[in-house]
């Protein structure tokens, strides 16, 4: 099993002060991932509307919310678009794309937002969307 990183390099750990990679990932088949990701990003891109964005934004601005809060938050906005956005992909692949997307948006919209939001982003994907992730990639590698 091997993390995905967010920044597009390999995961990694320090072990006796050096760099140790993680079992080698077929680039290849990132890269195939991340454009398919990215075409359907952009298709979402464009259904996504402004009050949306910005009423998550909102949260995000609103310190006396827990992380914890913020991701419900995040949750709830792209459990709410999955189902208002008609698609014929699997709910999973549609809630990944859609956390990208608003990640986007608010950080386009807000770029003080930035920290907050992408590590908001991180923590939901981690948490919900981690086993669909790990079956994309086995999926693509076979």
């Known amino acids: 099993e ?3 990183q967010t920044d597009g390099n390999r995961s990694g750990h320090l ?3 050096e760099l140790v990679f993680d079992p080698e990932v077929n680039e290849e088949v990132i890269r195939i991932i991340a454009a398919q990701l990215a075409e359907i990003g952009d298709q979402f891109d464009k259904e996504i509307k402004a009050r949306v964005v910005n009423d998550l934004a909102q949260h995000f601005l609103n310190e006396n919310l827990s992380g914890e809060e913020i991701t419900q938050r995040m949750s709830e906005a792209v459990e709410a678009l999955a189902r208002a956005i008609p698609s ?3 709910q999973e692949k549609a809630m990944l794309v859609l956390a990208m997307v608003l990640t986007k948006k608010i950080a386009n919209t ?3 937002l930035l920290q907050r939001v992408f590590s908001t982003t991180v923590n939901y994907i981690s948490q919900q969307l981690h086993n669909y992730i790990v079956r994309m990639v086995s999926a693509v590698k076979q």
Do not use: A, F, R, Y
Request: hydrophobic share 35%.
């Open 88 to 90: 014929d992909m699997e």
């Open 2 to 4: 091997v993390e995905l």
């Open 15 to 17: 072990q006796n002060g």
């Open 110 to 112: 807000m770029p003080s």
